[in-house]
C-alpha cells in the first residue's frame, strides 16, 4: 500500500491541506486532487514545460515535483495570476501579439514568462529565448511569444 | 450622433486580430478534452502488443476482470467489430494477427487511471512471434511474410459475413499512376539529365494536447462523443455504419484541441474502444494517451523512397520528370497511402513540366503507419523536385532563380492535370524572395567560398511550392453550411460547420461576417465544434477552412445584409443599392450618412404586425472538380505558392546545420487576419525546420526508438531562424475577399530550401533526411550511402 | 508504459530536517533518496528504477545547502541547484567550465530544481556537471551513521563513479557536500557540450579543459570527457601529451591520446565513429581556443 502523507502549504495564496499518495506528482495533484486543469500535461518528464508552476518563488515542471514536497512552501499556478497585474499585462500582451493558437502551451509559457519577468530587470531577446528554452510549442514558431514577452511595458517589482 | 456622421473606412480586412478565445487559453480556463471530466465516468486504458509480428495464441483476461475497480475488459472476441480506415483493413481490437507494435489487444475500463494500468499488467496474452517485416523493401522480396495475406471478413449489417479487405497477395496496399503528354519525347527532348534517390523519414505530429476521447451512450442509448477529431460529420457517417447505429443518433462534440495538424482526420482505434466500454459498461469512459503512447499509436507522416529523373534543354526549359515511388504503408491503411495524390500535383505542375509520369506503390509492412500531416505529402515531393531545380540549372549553366522564372506557370494557366492557375503569384512569390534575401548575390559569393578553408561555411537556397489553396474536392461535397442570426441588439451568432482547431478559424469568420455587416468584432459569436448544432462541413483539411468556410460565412451574412437593406431601403425611401452597413448603422453609402442604428432597424422589423427575424442559412460548395479516374481535374476552388529562401550555417566539424534565416514570400490571396497569418506562417517555418534538420522517428525493426521529447527533438526557442515574410496579395476572385488558403503551406518547402542551401555551403548534395548533425557530418566526410532505390520482384 | 504494481509505491515518507535524522533513517538500507526530483520522477514513472519502500526527502536538511570557501576550499552543498551555481560569483570567477556547463543544463526550469548532488548520484556518463567536477579534482562528501555515531568520508570524484548510473556511495550513506580546491593563479578551464540547442539536449559528447597558460605552454593541465565511456573520465594520457609542451607541437600527440582514452558506444544519439569525429575535432577547436586566451 502506498503511503499517504498530510500535507500544508499555500496555493495561490491560500492556506491548503491535502493527503496525498507519497509518489504523486504535483501535477497530479493539482489536476486531480484539486481540480485546477489549467496546468497541462505535455510529457510527464520536465521535456515541455507545459505543467510549470512557481514554488516558493522559482518555476519549476510540476511533472517532476513530488507533491509531498509541498508541505510548507509557496505554489502558484496558471489560476493564481488572475489577481496580479504584472501577470495581467503579460496575458494582455500574448493575446495582443498572437502568441495564442491551439494554447495548450500557453499556461506552462505564461507561468515561466511571468517568473523571468519578476527576476530580471532586463530580458532582451537572447535572455528570453534562453529564458524559454524549457517551453515547446507546435503551433507559433515561438517569434509571437518571444515578442509578447519582450513587449513588457514596464517590469513589475 | 456627431461621432456617427460621417462613417470613415474601419474596413478589418488586413488588420491584427487577436483570437477571440485568446484570453481564455492565456489564462489556463479553456477546457480541452483531458479537463472533462463527466460524471460517473470510468477511465480506460489499452494493452498494445508485446511483439512486432506475433500470431495471439490465447488471451486471459480473468485476473484483470477480477480486480476491485475493474468495469470491463475487452477484446476482439467480446465484441462485434467493423472495420476502419481509408482501406479497411483495420480492426480496433486485433485478433488472430497482431502486425505492429501500435496493436491494440484488449482494453479495460476501471474507475481510476491508476486501476486500468495496474489491470493491464494482469492480462496474460500468449504470442507466437513471426518473422518481422521491418521495411516495404523486405516486404517486396519474394517469400516475405504476407501482412494482410487473407480476406478480412466481419459480419455484415444483415449478419451474412462480408469481406471488409480482400487478401493483398503481395504485400501492395495500393497503387497509383498517373502520365502526362509524352515521356519518351520528353526525355528525348532533353538535353540534360539528372536522376536521384530520395529518402524522407519518418516524423511525427508531437501536438502538445495529447490524443483523448469520452464516450457516452445517453438514457435514450444515443452516443455522445467528445471527440478531438478534423472530420466530425465524416466522423458521425463512419461511427453510425461502424456501431450498426442511426446517425442521427450520434452527436459529435469538439472540446478544443490542443493542436491537430493533420492528426485526427482517420478513425483511430482508440476512439471505437472507448466507446465499445462505454456501450458494454453504460457509465461515460475516458481515454487519454500518455506521451509515449503518443508516440507509438499515432500516426506519423508518410515515409517515402522516390527516385526523380528530370530534364531539361539547354536553354532552360523543363521538358520531363519521371517519378516512381515507394511508400512504407506501415500495418494498416490510413491516409498516408493517399498522399500521392498531392504529390503528383507537385511533380507534373509545380513549374511547367509537359511531360511527367508518376508511380507509386504503397507497401505493408510491420512498421507503424501513416496519416495525414500538414502538407500531405508535399514536402516529400517538393523535396525532390527543388533539389532538382538547383540541379538542372548547375548542369546548364542558369542561374537558378532564373531558370526558376523561366518555368514558374502564370495567371490563367491551366496545368496538363487541368489545375487551371486563375490567381497565381508564383513570379512575384520567386522575386520577392530572392530580392529581400539578396539570394543571387549571397549564392555566388558562397559558392565561391567552397575552397576558402573555413570550417563554418555559410550557404544560401531556395524552393517554392505549390498547394491548393481553395479546398479539395476529395468528398463527394467539399462544402460548409453557416446559419447565422442577428438578434434585437444587432448581435450575431454564426453557425458554422468549420471547426476551429487552434488556426484562428473563428476568429477569422468573425472577421468576414464583421465586415460585412459593418458590425464590432465583439458583436459576434461564433459557434462551432457540435454536430448537433452547426451545419455539415467535411471538415479541417486541405487548408480549406478560411476559403470554405468563409465563403460559406460571407453566403450567409450577404444574405442578412440584403435584408436589413431593403427593409432600411422601405423605411427611408432610398435604393437599397445606395445604402451601406457602418460602424453598427445603416448608413447612405456615398455621404456616410447615417440613417438608423443597425440594432433599432432590427428591432422595428422584429416588433411590427409583419414581424420579422433576421435569421439566414448558406451553404457553400466551391466551383471545383472531381478528378476523373486519370487524376485530371481542377480540383481546388483556388492554388497557392510560396517561395522560401533559407540560409544556413553548416559548422563541417561537426554536421551541425543552423537555419540562420527564413525569407518567404506567400501567395495568400488577401490578408484578412495579419496577426492569424503571421502565426501560421511562423509556426508552418519552425515544423518545416524540425522536419529538415531535427526531428526523426526512429523506427528499428518495427520498434520506435525514440518515443519522447527527451530524443525526438521539437525545435525550441533558441533554434529558430530569423523570418521574413512577405505577403503576396493576388486578390482571388473566388476567395472570400480575395483570400485563398494558407495552413499548409508554410511548412512544405522548408526542407527543400535548406537542402538547397547545403548543397550551396558545401558542394554536397543530400538527398535524405533529416540533416541531423551525424547525417550532414558523415556526407560531407565521404562516410554515407546515398539511398539505394528498390526494385519490386 | 511500464505498468507500476501497487505494492512497488513508497509504504512510507519522511522530510527530516537534520542531517543527524536523515542518516539515522538510511541505517535501514531501504531508502530512495529524493532531492530535487527530476531523476527520480521521470525514471520511475518509466520504469528505469524502484522505489525503495522509504522515500525520504532531504530538501530541509539546512547542513545540505550553500556555497562557501574556507581556507582556498569551496564547499558546494549537496542540495544546491543548478540555478544558484549559475548566481554564484565563486563558481563564474574561479570555475568557469562548472558555470558553462550549468548554463547548458537543460533548462531554466529543471535548473531551478536539480541539484548538483543528484546530477552526481546519478552518475550519467553523459552528466553535465560531472565533467567539469573532474576537472577540478572535487571530491565528494559522504555522511552516515554506520556505527551510531555521525562520520563522513572523503572520496575524489574520479573514484566515485562506478558504472553508468552506479556511483560508490553505500545504502546508509548521504553524500552532504562537493569540495574543490581554488585553482592555481592563471588557470582558464572551458566546457563544451555537444548538442544542436544551447542546453535541452543530453550530452553526445562533453569536453571539459582547464589549465595554467604560460605563453604557449599549457601547464597543470586536465582534461575530462562525457558521454565516452561507462563513466565520466579524466584523460591522464592526453593530459601528459599536453602539459609543459608548446601548444602548437603537442596538439596532434593530445588528439591521438585522446581517441586511445575513449571508448564511446553507438546508440541512438550518436554512433561510436561519430564520437570519435567530434571529440577529435572539438578538443582541437577547443585548445584553440584556451590557447589563443
Known amino acids: 500500500m502506498s503511503a499517504n502523507v498530510d500535507i500544508e502549504f499555500r496555493l495561490n495564496g491560500v492556506a491548503t491541506r491535502a493527503k496525498v499518495p507519497a509518489a504523486m506528482s504535483v501535477l497530479d495533484m493539482l489536476r486531480d486532487l484539486l481540480g485546477l486543469t489549467g496546468t497541462k500535461y505535455g510529457c510527464g518528464e520536465g521535456e515541455c514545460g507545459a505543467c510549470t508552476v512557481i514554488v516558493d518563488g522559482l518555476s519549476i515542471n510540476s511533472c517532476l515535483m513530488f507533491a509531498a514536497d509541498c508541505h510548507g512552501r509557496e505554489v502558484m499556478t496558471i489560476e493564481g495570476l488572475a489577481s496580479d497585474p504584472a501577470a495581467d499585462r503579460l496575458k494582455k500582451s500574448f493575446v495582443e501579439h498572437g502568441a495564442v493558437q491551439c494554447g495548450f502551451c500557453t499556461p506552462g509559457f505564461v507561468m515561466q514568462a511571468h517568473h523571468l519577468r519578476g527576476k530580471h530587470r532586463h530580458l532582451g531577446e537572447h535572455e528570453i529565448r534562453r529564458g524559454i528554452e524549457g517551453n515547446l510549442c507546435r503551433c507559433t514558431g515561438y517569434k509571437k511569444i518571444i515578442e509578447a514577452i519582450a513587449d513588457t511595458g514596464a517590469i513589475a517589482g | 450622433m456627431g461621432a456617427l456622421e460621417k462613417v470613415t473606412d474601419g474596413s478589418l480586412i488586413g488588420k491584427r486580430i487577436p483570437k477571440k478565445d485568446a484570453p481564455e487559453k492565456a489564462s489556463g480556463k479553456t477546457r480541452y478534452i483531458h479537463d472533462i471530466d463527466l460524471p460517473g465516468q470510468l477511465h480506460a486504458k489499452i494493452l498494445r502488443s508485446a511483439h512486432v509480428h506475433a500470431r495471439i495464441k490465447s488471451i486471459d483476461t480473468s485476473a484483470a476482470r477480477a480486480m476491485p475497480g475493474v468495469h470491463a475488459v475487452i477484446t476482439a472476441a467480446d465484441v462485434a467489430q467493423r472495420p476502419i480506415g481509408v482501406a479497411k483493413d483495420h480492426l480496433p481490437l486485433k485478433s488472430g494477427l497482431v502486425r505492429s507494435m501500435r496493436d491494440e489487444i484488449a482494453a479495460v475500463a476501471a474507475?481510476?487511471?491508476?486501476?486500468?494500468?495496474?489491470?493491464?499488467?494482469?492480462?496474460?496474452?500468449?504470442?507466437?512471434?513471426?518473422?518481422?517485416?521491418?521495411?516495404?523493401?523486405?516486404?517486396?522480396?519474394?517469400?516475405?511474410?504476407?501482412?494482410?495475406?487473407?480476406?478480412?471478413?466481419?459480419?455484415?449489417?444483415?449478419?451474412?459475413?462480408?469481406?471488409?479487405?480482400?487478401?493483398?497477395?503481395?504485400?501492395?496496399?495500393?497503387?497509383?499512376?498517373?502520365?502526362?503528354?509524352?515521356?519518351?519525347?520528353?526525355?528525348?527532348?532533353?538535353?540534360?539529365?539528372?536522376?536521384?534517390?530520395?529518402?524522407?523519414?519518418?516524423?511525427?505530429?508531437?501536438?502538445?494536447?495529447?490524443?483523448?476521447?469520452?464516450?457516452?451512450?445517453?438514457?435514450?442509448?444515443?452516443?455522445?462523443?467528445?471527440?478531438?477529431?478534423?472530420?466530425?460529420?465524416?466522423?458521425?457517417?463512419?461511427?453510425?455504419?461502424?456501431?450498426?447505429?442511426?446517425?442521427?443518433?450520434?452527436?459529435?462534440?469538439?472540446?478544443?484541441?490542443?493542436?491537430?495538424?493533420?492528426?485526427?482526420?482517420?478513425?483511430?482505434?482508440?476512439?471505437?474502444?472507448?466507446?465499445?466500454?462505454?456501450?458494454?459498461?453504460?457509465?461515460?469512459?475516458?481515454?487519454?494517451?500518455?506521451?509515449?503512447?503518443?508516440?507509438?499509436?499515432?500516426?506519423?507522416?508518410?515515409?517515402?523512397?522516390?527516385?526523380?529523373?528530370?530534364?531539361?534543354?539547354?536553354?532552360?526549359?523543363?521538358?520531363?520528370?519521371?517519378?516512381?515511388?515507394?511508400?512504407?504503408?506501415?500495418?494498416?491503411?490510413?491516409?498516408?497511402?493517399?498522399?500521392?495524390?498531392?504529390?503528383?500535383?507537385?511533380?507534373?505542375?509545380?513549374?511547367?513540366?509537359?511531360?511527367?509520369?508518376?508511380?507509386?506503390?504503397?507497401?505493408?509492412?510491420?512498421?507503424?503507419?501513416?496519416?495525414?500531416?500538414?502538407?500531405?505529402?508535399?514536402?516529400?515531393?517538393?523535396?525532390?523536385?527543388?533539389?532538382?531545380?538547383?540541379?538542372?540549372?548547375?548542369?546548364?549553366?542558369?542561374?537558378?532563380?532564373?531558370?526558376?522564372?523561366?518555368?514558374?506557370?502564370?495567371?490563367?494557366?491551366?496545368?496538363?492535370?487541368?489545375?487551371?492557375?486563375k490567381s497565381c503569384g508564383f513570379q512575384d512569390c520567386l522575386r520577392v524572395a530572392a530580392e529581400r534575401s539578396d539570394y543571387q548575390r549571397k549564392h555566388c559569393e558562397y559558392r565561391a567560398d567552397w575552397s576558402d578553408g573555413n570550417a563554418i561555411k555559410r550557404g544560401i537556397g531556395m524552393a517554392s511550392m505549390l498547394h491548393v489553396g481553395g479546398g479539395a474536392k476529395i468528398y463527394p461535397s467539399d462544402g460548409c453550411g453557416t446559419i447565422l442570426k442577428i438578434d434585437d441588439f444587432a448581435h450575431v451568432t454564426l453557425l458554422t460547420g468549420a471547426s476551429e482547431i487552434g488556426q484562428g478559424s473563428e476568429t477569422v469568420l468573425a472577421q468576414l461576417v464583421c465586415e460585412e455587416l459593418g458590425l464590432p468584432l465583439s458583436a459576434v459569436s461564433v459557434v462551432n465544434n457540435d454536430t448537433d448544432i452547426t451545419p455539415w462541413d467535411v471538415g479541417v483539411h486541405a487548408s480549406r477552412t478560411t476559403f470554405i468556410a468563409g465563403n460559406s460565412a460571407l453566403g450567409a451574412a450577404r444574405k442578412a445584409k440584403d435584408k436589413i437593406l431593403a427593409a432600411a431601403a422601405a423605411k427611408f425611401a432610398q435604393p437599397a443599392e445606395a445604402l451601406d452597413l457602418r460602424a453598427g448603422c445603416v448608413v447612405e453609402k456615398a455621404s456616410g450618412k447615417k440613417l438608423v442604428e443597425i440594432s433599432k432597424l432590427i428591432r422595428s422589423l422584429h416588433f411590427s404586425d409583419k414581424a420579422e427575424l433576421v435569421m439566414t442559412t448558406y451553404y457553400y460548395e466551391p466551383p471545383s472538380q472531381h478528378q476523373d479516374r486519370e487524376f485530371r481535374g481542377d480540383v481546388s476552388a483556388a492554388y497557392a505558392w510560396a517561395t522560401q529562401v533559407a540560409e544556413v550555417e553548416v559548422d563541417t566539424q561537426t554536421g551541425i546545420v543552423k537555419l540562420v534565416k527564413v525569407t518567404g514570400a506567400h501567395d495568400v490571396g488577401r490578408v484578412l487576419n495579419r496577426l492569424g497569418i503571421e502565426g501560421q506562417?511562423?509556426?508552418?517555418?519552425?515544423?518545416?525546420?524540425?522536419?529538415?534538420?531535427?526531428?526523426?522517428?526512429?523506427?528499428?525493426?518495427?520498434?520506435?526508438?525514440?518515443?519522447?521529447?527527451?530524443?525526438?527533438?521539437?525545435?525550441?526557442?533558441?533554434?529558430?531562424?530569423?523570418?521574413?515574410?512577405?505577403?503576396?496579395?493576388?486578390?482571388?476572385?473566388?476567395?472570400?475577399?480575395?483570400?485563398?488558403?494558407?495552413?499548409?503551406?508554410?511548412?512544405?518547402?522548408?526542407?527543400?530550401?535548406?537542402?538547397?542551401?547545403?548543397?550551396n555551403a558545401t558542394g554536397v548534395r543530400i538527398t535524405a533526411l533529416p540533416f541531423t548533425p551525424e547525417n550532414v557530418y558523415r556526407a560531407l566526410h565521404s562516410n554515407s550511402q546515398p539511398p539505394v532505390w528498390i526494385d519490386a520482384a | 508504459m511500464p505498468i507500476v504494481a501497487q505494492d512497488e509505491l513508497p509504504a512510507a515518507y519522511f522530510a527530516p530536517r537534520a542531517l543527524d535524522e536523515a542518516a539515522e533513517l538510511l541505517r535501514a538500507?531501504?531508502?530512495?533518496?529524493?532531492?530535487?526530483?527530476?531523476?527520480?520522477?521521470?525514471?520511475?514513472?518509466?520504469?528505469?528504477?524502484?522505489?525503495?519502500?522509504?522515500?525520504?526527502?532531504?530538501?530541509r536538511i539546512a547542513e545540505l545547502h550553500g556555497i562557501s570557501e574556507v581556507d582556498g576550499v569551496v564547499r558546494l552543498g549537496a542540495l544546491t541547484t543548478i540555478t544558484e551555481l549559475l548566481e554564484s560569483a565563486l563558481v563564474r570567477t574561479h570555475f568557469n567550465a562548472l558555470w558553462q556547463a550549468c548554463d547548458h543544463f537543460a533548462s531554466d526550469q529543471l535548473r531551478n530544481t536539480a541539484t548538483i548532488g543528484g546530477n552526481i548520484c546519478n552518475a550519467s556518463p553523459a552528466g553535465d556537471t560531472l565533467v567539469p567536477l573532474l576537472?577540478?579534482?572535487?571530491?565528494?562528501?559522504?555522511?552516515?551513521?554506520?556505527?551510531?555515531?555521525?562520520?563522513?568520508?572523503?572520496?575524489?570524484?574520479?573514484?566515485?563513479?562506478?558504472?553508468?548510473?552506479?556511483?560508490?556511495?553505500?545504502?546508509?550513506?548521504?553524500?552532504?557536500?562537493?569540495?574543490?580546491?581554488?585553482?592555481?593563479?592563471?588557470?582558464?578551464?572551458?566546457?563544451?557540450?555537444?548538442?544542436?540547442?544551447?542546453?535541452?539536449?543530453?550530452?553526445?559528447?562533453?569536453?571539459?579543459?582547464?589549465?595554467?597558460?604560460?605563453?604557449?605552454?599549457?601547464?597543470?593541465?586536465?582534461?575530462?570527457?562525457?558521454?565516452?565511456?561507462?563513466?565520466?573520465?579524466?584523460?591522464?594520457?592526453?593530459?601528459?601529451?599536453?602539459?609543459?609542451?608548446?601548444?602548437?607541437?603537442?596538439?596532434?600527440?593530445?588528439?591521438?591520446?585522446?581517441?586511445?582514452?575513449?571508448?564511446?558506444?553507438?546508440?541512438?544519439?550518436?554512433?561510436?565513429?561519430?564520437r570519435h569525429e567530434l571529440v577529435r575535432n572539438m578538443l582541437r577547436r577547443m585548445l584553440e581556443h584556451v590557447g589563443e586566451r
Open chain 2, 111 to 421: 474507475e481510476t487511471e491508476e486501476i486500468a494500468r495496474s489491470a493491464l499488467g494482469l492480462i496474460k496474452v500468449d504470442y507466437e512471434p513471426l518473422p518481422i517485416v521491418a521495411s516495404a523493401q523486405d516486404a517486396m522480396k519474394p517469400g516475405a511474410p504476407l501482412l494482410h495475406g487473407e480476406d478480412l471478413v466481419v459480419p455484415g449489417p444483415d449478419g451474412k459475413p462480408l469481406v471488409a479487405h480482400k487478401a493483398s497477395l503481395d504485400n501492395v496496399a495500393m497503387v497509383f499512376s498517373y502520365m502526362q503528354g509524352d515521356l519518351a519525347k520528353g526525355e528525348a527532348e532533353a538535353q540534360v539529365i539528372v536522376e536521384d534517390v530520395f529518402q524522407l523519414h519518418y516524423v511525427t505530429h508531437c501536438c502538445m494536447g495529447v490524443s483523448g476521447v469520452i464516450a457516452e451512450f445517453d438514457a435514450s442509448e444515443n452516443l455522445v462523443l467528445y471527440s478531438n477529431t478534423q472530420v466530425p460529420f465524416l466522423h458521425k457517417r463512419e461511427f453510425a455504419e461502424m456501431l450498426g447505429m442511426d446517425a442521427g443518433r450520434i452527436r459529435i462534440i469538439q472540446p478544443p484541441i490542443g493542436g491537430g495538424f493533420g492528426s485526427k482526420l482517420d478513425i483511430y482505434p482508440f476512439e471505437p474502444i472507448a466507446i465499445y466500454l462505454a456501450r458494454l459498461t453504460k457509465r461515460p469512459v475516458k481515454l487519454v494517451f500518455s506521451r509515449e503512447e503518443e508516440f507509438l499509436a499515432s500516426p506519423t507522416r508518410q515515409p517515402v523512397l522516390l527516385k526523380l529523373r528530370s530534364g531539361c534543354t539547354r536553354d532552360g526549359t523543363l521538358t520531363f520528370r519521371d517519378v516512381e515511388t515507394v511508400h512504407d504503408n506501415g500495418a494498416y491503411t490510413s491516409w498516408g497511402a493517399t498522399t500521392p495524390f498531392v504529390m503528383m500535383q507537385t511533380i507534373s505542375s509545380l513549374y511547367r513540366v509537359p511531360n511527367c509520369k508518376y508511380h507509386t506503390r504503397a507497401v505493408y509492412s510491420n512498421n507503424p503507419y501513416a496519416g495525414s500531416f500538414r502538407g500531405y505529402g508535399n514536402l516529400q515531393a517538393t523535396f525532390a523536385v527543388e533539389a532538382h531545380m538547383d540541379r538542372l540549372a548547375e548542369s546548364i549553366g542558369m542561374d537558378s532563380l532564373e531558370f526558376r522564372l523561366k518555368n514558374a506557370q502564370l495567371p490563367g494557366e491551366v496545368t496538363p492535370q487541368g489545375m487551371h492557375f
Open chain 2, 681 to 759: 506562417i511562423d509556426g508552418g517555418i519552425v515544423m518545416g525546420q524540425g522536419y529538415a534538420l531535427t526531428e526523426n522517428l526512429i523506427i528499428e525493426d518495427g520498434v520506435v526508438s525514440n518515443p519522447s521529447f527527451r530524443d525526438y527533438k521539437l525545435v525550441t526557442a533558441p533554434e529558430i531562424p530569423e523570418m521574413d515574410v512577405a505577403f503576396i496579395e493576388t486578390m482571388d476572385g473566388e476567395g472570400p475577399q480575395g483570400a485563398k488558403g494558407v495552413g499548409e503551406a508554410p511548412a512544405i518547402c522548408v526542407a527543400a530550401a535548406v537542402g538547397n542551401a547545403i548543397y
Open chain 3, 29 to 59: 538500507g531501504n531508502v530512495t533518496i529524493l532531492a530535487g526530483g527530476t531523476d527520480v520522477m521521470p525514471q520511475s514513472k518509466a520504469g528505469r528504477f524502484r522505489f525503495q519502500p522509504v522515500l525520504m526527502n532531504v530538501r
Open chain 3, 135 to 274: 576537472i577540478f579534482n572535487a571530491r565528494v562528501l559522504l555522511a552516515s551513521k554506520a556505527n551510531g555515531v555521525l562520520t563522513t568520508r572523503a572520496v575524489p570524484l574520479a573514484e566515485f563513479f562506478d558504472a553508468p548510473g552506479r556511483t560508490r556511495r553505500a545504502v546508509n550513506e548521504l553524500l552532504i557536500a562537493i569540495e574543490m580546491a581554488l585553482p592555481p593563479a592563471g588557470f582558464v578551464s572551458e566546457f563544451y557540450k555537444f548538442g544542436t540547442r544551447p542546453a535541452l539536449d543530453i550530452a553526445g559528447i562533453s569536453i571539459g579543459i582547464g589549465a595554467v597558460r604560460a605563453q604557449d605552454t599549457l601547464r597543470d593541465v586536465r582534461v575530462a570527457f562525457g558521454a565516452v565511456a561507462p563513466t565520466p573520465i579524466r584523460a591522464p594520457k592526453t593530459e601528459a601529451a599536453l602539459d609543459g609542451k608548446p601548444l602548437a607541437t603537442a596538439l596532434d600527440a593530445a588528439l591521438d591520446a585522446a581517441a586511445d582514452e575513449i571508448h564511446p558506444i553507438s546508440d541512438i544519439r550518436a554512433s561510436e565513429w561519430y
